[in-house]
């Protein structure tokens, strides 16, 4: 599919799984119901809560517009496109939805300049979701950038979760104030990566934090390092 850049600000994709492998399963339409249908049987959602779907012959159909923020993850939804793959065991997944995928994310990725990473729901939640081995399939830095000539993609084998991180504040200095700073330029505050926690990296963490819901403390801790990572 041709993938057309929402009038909204858009920094990270979230990769799902449908977590079925069912062939009746297999199109938004049946997510779709998931979601909508009143509670206790559905979510009672005004629409399915994933950007875009890819059934297993690798046909990407649209589900929510990419113009409205998703419902997909938890906490995590400003700012991002989520894509759902349709499947549960890590072998199930096809090449073809996995060519539909790595086209689909070089597409969103050239549309925002290079301004988004790709994520696993796994991220940010505690579930396994998507459950094949994402960062693989699409070359993702360890960033969850698109790796570019010459960079050093993570491999097939790590889908780990987040290391645990410090606590780090304004006068703090080390290499955790560092990768903050990485983290931050990433998203483009343009900080100086010298691993002293000064007064123009608190100003990037307090704008990060604000843009993203979290209490614009410029105390970077579990939460804002969840959001920087994620
Ligand atoms: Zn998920």
Not at 128 to 148: E, K, N, Q
Request: hydrophobic share 35%; proline share 7%.
């Amino acid at each position: 599919m041709l993938f057309v850049k929402p009038d909204r600000p858009v920094d990270r994709v979230f990769l799902h799984c449908s977590a079925s492998d069912h062939d009746h399963h297999d199109d938004v339409s049946v997510m779709r119901r998931w979601h909508t249908d009143p509670e206790p049987d559905g979510r009672g959602w005004s629409d399915v809560g994933y950007h875009l779907f890819i059934r297993k012959s690798g046909e990407v159909q649209e589900g929510r517009p990419l113009t409205r923020i998703p419902a997909a993850q938890a906490g995590h939804n400003t700012g991002t496109i989520a894509v759902c793959l349709h499947g549960l065991a890590k072998e199930k997944f096809t090449r073809e939805q996995f060519a539909s995928i790595h086209d689909l994310s070089r597409q969103i990725d050239r549309a925002y300049d290079a301004g988004v990473t790709i994520h696993g729901h796994c991220e940010v939640s505690s579930k396994l979701c998507p459950v094949f081995d994402y960062r693989a399939v699409l070359g993702l830095d360890r960033f969850g950038a698109i790796a570019g000539p010459g960079s050093d993609p993570v491999g097939p084998s790590v889908v780990e979760a987040p290391a645990p991180r410090p606590v780090v504040r304004l006068t703090d200095q080390g290499p955790a104030v560092t990768v903050l700073q990485s983290l931050l330029n990433r998203r483009g505050a343009g900080v100086v990566e010298d691993g002293h926690f000064g007064r123009g990296t608190l100003k990037a963490v307090k704008v990060f934090q604000a843009a993203h819901g979290l209490s614009a403390d410029g105390i970077v801790g579990p939460a804002t390092w969840a959001s920087l990572v994620g």
